[in-house]
T-cell receptor, first 110, second 116 residues
Framework: GENVEQHPSTLSVQEGDSAVIKCTYS??????FPWYKQELGKGPQLIID?????GEKKDQRIAVTLNKTAKHFSLHITETQPEDSAVYFC?????????FGPGTRLSVLP | EAGVTQFPSHSVIEKGQTVTLRCDPI?????LYWYRRVMGKEIKFLLH????????ESGMPNNRFLAERTGGTYSTLKVQPAELEDSGVYFC??????????????FGPGTRLTVL
């Protein structure tokens, strides 16, 4: 079945630095890739997404890139701030449902 | 608009007992999904409702789990009898349109279930 891998599992960066989280997926038919941010005590919240007909999408300090050939997609956060600290999940659409990666715990150190 | 709500936020039960989790999706969202995250692993799909019909329940672990969505509004997920391995965080999500579309799924805050 569909599988999504996500790396790293934990990531610590200094405030102001950039953070990159990478995911790979197995089903070449997947065509939609959302990223979710989960803060303590809350459910995952969509922060950015990308469709398979686009290679890159940017929204202020966050960007996502997609390499369909390699079946890789990445989340880039620039100028990190303490409030960016959270668990981030990537996901790939598989049929009518989604398969999620295991999550990355990002810590932004002041 | 109000978001997806889930009740209870936490539940601690003993092995063999029954627990019922509730999810209220965003009003007007036909699609409702249940997910589970166990021990810090990935968020795993359990099942998908379109209105009151089960579209896909391939992720349900076994017949101890029963999901319903009578009337196509809120949904319940019952675990009976609960086992230790059922512990985890159960998330509900809803979206306006599924199938060929790629509408955003809005997640609830989750129910943390602990089976002792």
């Amino acid at each position: 079945g569909e599988n999504v891998e996500q790396h790293p599992s934990t990531l610590s960066v200094q405030e102001g630095d950039s953070a990159v989280i990478k995911c790979t997926y197995s089903d070449s038919a997947s065509n939609y890739f959302p990223w979710y941010k989960q803060e303590l005590g809350k459910g995952p919240q969509l922060i950015i997404d990308i469709r398979s007909n686009v290679g890159e999408k940017k929204d202020q300090r966050i960007a996502v890139t997609l390499n369909k050939t390699a079946k890789h997609f990445s989340l880039h956060i620039t100028e990190t701030q303490p409030e960016d600290s959270a668990v981030y999940f990537c996901a790939a659409r598989y049929g009518q449902n989604f398969v999620f990666g295991p999550g990355t715990r990002l810590s932004v150190l002041p | 608009e109000a978001g997806v709500t889930q009740f209870p936020s936490h539940s601690v039960i003993e092995k063999g007992q029954t627990v019922t989790l509730r999810c209220d999706p965003i009003s007007g969202h036909d699609n409702l999904y249940w997910y589970r995250r166990v021990m810090g692993k990935e968020i795993k799909f359990l099942l998908h409702f379109v209105k009151e019909s089960k579209q896909d329940e391939s992720g349900m672990p076994n017949n101890r789990f029963l999901a319903e969505r009578t009337g196509g509004t809120y949904s319940t997920l019952k675990v009976q009898p609960a086992e230790l391995e059922d512990s985890g965080v159960y998330f509900c999500a809803s979206s306006r349109r599924g199938g060929a579309g790629t509408d955003t799924q809005y997640f609830g805050p989750g129910t943390r279930l602990t089976v002792l």
